[in-house]
């Protein structure tokens, strides 16, 4: 038997041999964490790097997938493919000749009643699109992008796709989605928003009924989601704000859906256009998000400064609506009207404190040697530079964002700066 004597002394030799092995399993995790990310990002180099590396083959090889044993086409289909892949490749390119045989390769599909979901059937469709857009056929490259996107969210809503391709058909609806708001013409932004919003929300329902414990409620401090970056950290912010996810979000591999990165860019590109025909809380609510997703996930579809970027612009244009809100009031003769422009004030300095800050964490966390980083950290000291307009530290924000850009030749950041610095402010009417 041990001595209550021995046993104290003992107490503290094992509290810290517990202490040490509680630690070396935290470094352990760390360290394992680390690796993982790492791995992650040279996977994702290396992508981009074969992406390109295949870029230059098929440019200079003739496409050699089209005579590969595993090609998924026919004989005839293939044969139309390849010359229509060859003569977007040659010395010679013949961008209407080569749309005439993928027009040819998709009769031909016909003929052999392919399914017109199939997504090797929906890829020559694009070709077919991206031909028109080599063409400068923007109406042509509309319409097909159109019908394209109709028939594929139709054939999801009324749910007519096999389980096996559903998660592709999402992925290809949402990039068809996306590309018809970006070649959206005047007059048309709000219509295309409306249907890229209806695609946003299928993707994100199918999302969440594979994955329910992603279904978050509640507001999160998104300058506390850019502190995830160690293993620990993800882990207490897992365990505080999403206790019934932890088992599932404590994995370092989830193998999400192949749409999720493109439902990132979906949705990236409708808080963009939301900030001018939108209350500011819409684009707010879908890039901080979209932001706590690319953190929690470990995907990173676009870049986390030039997502940022996006957010801080969201929250500038959210304070100018409340400064427009209070232009409209006219006389505050009422209680109520004083009451609702102190809250709009209240509101746009708020908006103004987070988009400043968000570009302040820009410019000291978020400093890479490619060109969107250089962009991100010039806009980030030109918007301070607005932000502070009429300051003495107005002047070294420009200043700062000038250097920036003269330096890597971001020519429209150094006309923006020009804009603000030397043109006269327009005098007011008396």
């Known amino acids: 038997m041990i001595r209550y004597g021995a046993l104290a002394r003992a107490r503290p030799l094992q509290l810290a041999v517990q202490t040490r092995s ?62 229509g892949l060859w003569l977007e490749t040659s010395k010679n390119i013949d961008y209407l000749k080569a749309l005439e045989h993928y027009q040819d390769a998709l009769r031909q599909c016909r003929k052999e009643e392919m399914d017109n979901l199939d997504p090797r059937y929906t890829g020559i469709v694009l070709k077919i699109a991206e031909m028109y857009e080599k063409l400068q056929m923007v109406d042509r490259q509309r319409e097909v992008y159109q019908r394209l996107s109709d028939f594929l969210f139709a054939k999801l809503v009324n749910d007519e796709v096999p389980e096996e391709w559903k998660d592709k058909v999402i992925q290809r609806d949402l990039v068809v989605a996306t590309r018809l708001a970006t070649l959206a013409p005047a007059g048309q932004t709000k219509r295309v928003m409306q249907e890229l919003w209806e695609r946003m929300g299928y993707a994100e329902q199918q999302t969440v009924a594979k994955f329910p414990v992603l279904h978050v409620r509640g507001e999160l401090d998104i300058l506390e989601v850019l502190q995830l970056d160690s293993w620990s950290a993800k882990k207490k912010f897992i365990e505080q704000h999403l206790p019934q ?14 749409y999720m990165e493109d439902l990132v860019r979906a949705r990236d590109l409708y808080a963009t256009l939301a900030m001018f025909t939108a209350p500011g809380d819409v684009a707010v609510k879908v890039l901080q998000s979209n932001i706590f997703f690319m953190k929690i996930s470990g995907l990173e579809p676009i870049k986390m400064s030039t997502a940022l970027l996006n957010l801080a612009s969201a929250y500038y244009f959210k304070s100018e609506q409340h400064d427009s809100r209070i232009g409209l009031v006219g006389n505050t003769d009422t209680l109520e009207k004083q009451m609702f422009v102190e809250h709009e004030k209240t509101e746009a300095q708020k908006a103004r404190d987070m988009s400043a ?14 060109e969107d980083s250089h962009v991100c950290q010039a806009m980030s000291l030109y918007s301070l530079g607005v932000l502070n307009k009429g300051q003495k530290e107005a002047e070294t924000y420009f200043s700062r964002a000038r250097e920036v850009a003269a330096e890597y030749g971001l020519v429209q950041v150094i006309d923006k700066i020009d804009n603000e610095t030397l043109l006269p402010t327009p005098l007011q009417q008396v």
């Open 245 to 258: 996810a932890k088992k599932f979000l404590s994995q370092w591999s989830i193998e999400w859906p192949c």
């Open 22 to 83: 509680i630690m070396n399993r935290q470094q352990k995790e760390e360290q394992r964490f680390k690796e993982h990310m790492e791995a992650q990002r040279r996977k994702r180099k290396w992508s981009t790097y074969i992406t390109s590396s295949v870029a230059v083959l098929l440019a200079t090889s003739g496409i050699l997938y089209i005579w590969q044993p595993w090609n998924p086409f026919s004989t005839e289909v293939s044969r139309h493919l390849r010359k």
């Open 357 to 370: 800050r968000l570009y302040r964490t820009i410019i000291s966390r978020y400093q890479g040697e490619d």
